[in-house]
């Protein structure tokens, strides 16, 4: 099975920062909410330009919020040239104010270096004042401080009392590290109650939650291992449009693990995770067509899954996909050519290069080269590049006759 697609780097979150004028007296958050609306509306409509306008214009009379989405703007590089040193400046204002999304991004910006030079003290002070309030994000970015040690001492106890704070809050990225934690045999390995918080999640509809707690009963660590779970969780997410969950869900329909084994719902979620570039999908949806299960046979459309899963260097795809073209016949290549598949023009090539099953003919092979080059296949723009030095100017533009009336015929 896939990981859910939780990330799990140290860097545990991004961060952001700003500066500008400040009013010399801030306004209320109360008194800010008329000012800052058109501001929130265009940003959530990513309108950056007009946002940009409304919120300078509520951060000079000192709005906190606006100082904070300003910060965000120039660190994100949205509508604004991306400048960390201006994000710096504006979050700085903001968590002045005890603003406690920007005081925790203060503290990520510090923690990482960004517009700021790289100094954990400075990191854990603006993050620990975040967490104290209360946000979520900043109590899981403490947590992974005292986890790895970052700017305090390494501190299993404080490692679970952050986590958990964010995790009873429904911040999965601390569910899930915390169900890390208990699963390498460290801290107190309070399944029971992490298992209740990533259930509460889930059933408020939170996608990683919903892959998260699927992925908990498909391994079987801290719950006893329940396939039927599984998959009824990972469905849900699924249906969500988590390219990972999809790719699970029809492994257990073509497995027949949770769920009566189904080929035809295989495919249906191989597809559904394929047609967002998930390259194992790709190939096992490939398969599937290559053999007619749970889908009409069909070896074009299995060459074409198998092509996008080699781009992606899939050597299971790229081995399945070779054996496919040496088999087929002159007519099957020019056929699954036609239907953009890159490697069946580079096959025409190499047969009318060496003279495999027609006569050897370069200036048809350089052709067919330079159609597989022109779909972005590497090996034959190698190919095309070497045989087309071999040829003068003049037989270069009879290939390219060449190639104008054989379209023309197909």
Same mark, same amino acid.
């Given at each position: 099975?896939?990981?859910?697609?939780?990330?799990?780097?140290?860097?545990?979150?991004?961060?952001?920062?700003?500066?500008?004028?400040?009013?010399?007296?801030?306004?209320?958050?109360?008194?800010?909410?008329?000012?800052?609306?058109?501001?929130?509306?265009?940003?959530?409509?990513?309108?950056?330009?007009?946002?940009?306008?409304?919120?300078?214009?509520?951060?000079?009379?000192?709005?906190?919020?606006?100082?904070?989405?300003?910060?965000?703007?120039?660190?994100?590089?949205?509508?604004?040239?991306?400048?960390?040193?201006?994000?710096?400046?504006?979050?700085?204002?903001?968590?002045?104010?005890?603003?406690?999304?920007?005081?925790?991004?203060?503290?990520?910006?510090?923690?990482?270096?960004?517009?700021?030079?790289?100094?954990?003290?400075?990191?854990?002070?603006?993050?620990?004042?975040?967490?104290?309030?209360?946000?979520?994000?900043?109590?899981?970015?403490?947590?992974?401080? !005292?986890?790895?040690?970052? #700017? =305090?001492?390494? &501190?299993?106890? @404080?490692?679970?009392? $952050?986590?958990? +704070? %964010? /995790?009873? *809050?429904?911040?999965?990225?601390?569910?899930?590290?915390?169900?890390?934690?208990?699963?390498?045999?460290?801290?107190?390995?309070?399944?029971?109650?992490?298992?209740?918080?990533?259930?509460?999640?889930?059933?408020?509809?939170?996608?990683?939650?919903?892959?998260?707690?699927?992925?908990? !009963?498909?391994?079987?660590? #801290? =719950?006893?291992? &329940?396939?039927? @779970?599984?998959?009824? $969780?990972?469905? +849900? %997410? /699924?249906? *969500?449009?988590?390219?990972?969950?999809?790719?699970?869900?029809?492994?257990?329909?073509?497995?027949?693990?949770?769920?009566?084994?189904?080929?035809?719902?295989?495919?249906?979620?191989?597809?559904?995770?394929?047609?967002?570039?998930?390259?194992?999908?790709?190939?096992?949806?490939?398969?599937?067509?290559?053999?007619?299960?749970?889908?009409?046979?069909?070896?074009?459309?299995?060459?074409?899954?198998?092509?996008? /899963?080699?781009?992606?260097?899939?050597?299971?795809?790229?081995?399945?996909?070779?054996?496919?073209?040496?088999?087929?016949?002159?007519?099957?290549?020019?056929?699954?050519?036609?239907?953009?598949?890159?490697?069946?023009?580079?096959?025409?090539?190499?047969?009318?290069?060496?003279?495999?099953?027609?006569?050897?003919?370069?200036?048809?092979?350089?052709?067919?080269?330079?159609?597989?080059?022109?779909?972005?296949?590497?090996? /034959?723009?190698?190919?095309?590049?070497?045989?087309?030095?071999?040829?003068?100017?003049?037989?270069?533009?009879?290939?390219?006759?060449?190639?104008?009336?054989?379209?023309?015929?197909?």
């Amino acid at each position: 099975m896939m990981n859910l697609n939780l990330k799990t780097n140290k860097l545990f979150s991004l961060g952001l920062m700003c500066g500008c004028v400040i009013a010399s007296s801030p306004i209320k958050a109360g008194e800010a909410q008329p000012v800052l609306k058109p501001c929130l509306d265009a940003y959530a409509q990513k309108d950056f330009k007009q946002a940009k306008q409304c919120y300078d214009k509520a951060a000079e009379l000192g709005s906190a919020e606006a100082q904070y989405y300003l910060g965000q703007m120039y660190d994100r590089d949205q509508g604004v040239y991306q400048n960390f040193i201006t994000a710096v400046s504006w979050y700085r204002k903001a968590a002045d104010q005890n603003h406690a999304p920007a005081q925790n991004q203060l503290g990520v910006m510090y923690r990482d270096g960004k517009g700021v030079h790289l100094d954990l003290a400075e990191a854990v002070k603006w993050i620990q004042k975040a967490a104290d309030q209360g946000l979520a994000k900043a109590q899981f970015n403490l947590g992974m401080l !005292y986890l790895y040690g970052q #700017g =305090v001492s390494h &501190d299993m106890a @404080q490692v679970e009392h $952050w986590l958990g +704070k %964010a /995790a009873s *809050q429904g911040w999965v990225q601390a569910q899930y590290h915390l169900w890390l934690v208990y699963r390498d045999g460290r801290g107190t390995k309070d399944f029971v109650q992490l298992l209740k918080w990533v259930h509460k999640t889930a059933e408020k509809g939170d996608v990683g939650a919903q892959s998260f707690l699927a992925l908990i !009963y498909y391994q079987g660590e #801290g =719950v006893k291992q &329940d396939f039927t @779970q599984a998959a009824q $969780w990972y469905q +849900k %997410a /699924a249906e *969500q449009g988590d390219m990972y969950s999809q790719y699970n869900i029809a492994q257990m329909y073509h497995q027949g693990k949770g769920v009566k084994k189904t080929p035809k719902q295989a495919a249906n979620w191989y597809k559904k995770a394929a047609d967002q570039g998930l390259t194992e999908a790709q190939y096992q949806l490939g398969q599937m067509y290559a053999k007619g299960e749970g889908v009409a046979k069909s070896v074009y459309s299995s060459m074409a899954l198998l092509s996008q /899963a080699a781009k992606q260097k899939h050597e299971g795809a790229i081995a399945e996909l070779n054996q496919m073209l040496n088999q087929l016949s002159i007519a099957e290549l020019t056929e699954a050519g036609l239907k953009e598949i890159p490697e069946a023009y580079h096959q025409l090539g190499l047969r009318h290069e060496t003279g495999k099953g027609v006569t050897a003919d370069k200036k048809k092979a350089l052709m067919f080269y330079a159609f597989s080059a022109k779909l972005g296949y590497q090996l /034959a723009i190698v190919k095309r590049d070497e045989i087309s030095e071999q040829f003068s100017i003049k037989e270069r533009f009879e290939v390219d006759r060449l190639a104008k009336e054989w379209l023309k015929q197909h």
